[in-house]
């Protein structure tokens, strides 16, 4: 997705860091923010590179309130596979919240792409009014 060989939905996107749609979001909004350059593990990564990727995080987090109309969210961040990370590439989970639904953190649903593209452009849309 950082190369472009894979299709992704963009909600952010800087020379260092890019942050993305979830293709199967526990809660709709859910996003990705990650750095460009590949770490496995947050404790991999030196602590300017930890710095600049959560700098971005309320920025998106923000746009994505706003977007939704979330009444909240949460943060999250895997490490290894005993952790649940997926895929071996530092990836903060940004995840709204509704007080309508609750807080189900096992419950996930598969976005369609026409929901997922709307979306990606409704956040993208908040970053750049900025």
């Known amino acids: 997705m950082i190369n472009k060989k894979q299709d992704a939905y963009v909600v952010y996107e800087d ?3 890019i942050a993305i749609m979830d293709k199967y979001p526990v809660q709709e ?8 350059a590949h ?16 700098s971005k995080v309320p ?10 109309g979330a009444d909240g969210f949460n943060i999250g961040q895997n490490n290894g ?4 990370q997926i895929i071996p590439h530092v990836h903060v989970h940004i995840i709204p919240r509704y007080k ?13 792409d026409e929901e997922l593209k709307n979306l ?3 956040i993208n849309a908040k970053i750049n009014s900025r």
């Open 39 to 54: 770490f496995e593990k947050i404790i991999d990564m030196p602590h300017e590179e930890v710095s600049a990727l959560f």
């Open 120 to 122: 990606a452009a409704k």
């Open 15 to 17: 020379s260092t860091h």
């Open 81 to 84: 596979k005993s952790a649940n």
């Open 100 to 112: 309508k639904i609750g807080n189900t953190w096992a419950r996930r649903t598969i976005a369609s």
């Open 59 to 68: 920025i998106i987090a923000k746009a994505i309130l706003d977007a939704t």
């Open 29 to 36: 909004g859910h996003s990705l923010v990650m750095p460009k």
